[in-house]
């Protein structure tokens, strides 16, 4: 089972390389196979260099860019993800650090037990939870 992260990207030049490693340890710790699909919105302060070091470093098959010419909105930028992504499950997260890596193995594997088709986190309750 291969997993797509859609990560919408703009202005998150500091972010990235962070998020990126994040993903990349706790998924391979679990031995998940990913690709992350790194969208970003012509973001001024360089983040689409960075995303393309990324994959210089990891590949192609491991990360896939989408540029976009301007600011479209996150809702956009995942539907652009979606259509890049090669995965058999997503997951949407965010590149500013507000969704933490370490807890998608946990949420994969409360899809598999349960037998669901969705899994969300949440940051407004506490203990969090399945």
Not at 42 to 67: C, H, M, W
Not at 85 to 97: C, F, P, S, Y
């Amino acid at each position: 089972m291969r997993y797509s992260i859609i990560l919408p990207t703009f202005n998150e030049r500091e972010n990235l390389p962070i998020i990126f490693y994040l993903i990349d340890k706790y998924l391979t710790k679990a031995n998940v196979d990913y690709e992350v699909v790194i969208v970003d919105d012509s973001s001024p302060d360089g983040t689409l260099q960075v995303a393309e070091k990324i994959q210089k470093s990891y590949g192609k098959n491991r990360v896939i860019i989408v540029s976009r010419p301007g600011k479209l909105g996150l809702g956009t930028a995942y539907g652009a993800g979606l259509k890049a992504a090669k995965g058999d499950r997503i997951i949407l997260m965010d590149a500013d650090l507000s969704h933490h890596p370490k807890f998608i193995p946990q949420m994969i594997e409360a899809m598999d037990s349960k037998k669901v088709d969705i899994v969300t986190g949440t940051r407004y309750l506490s203990g969090g939870g399945v």
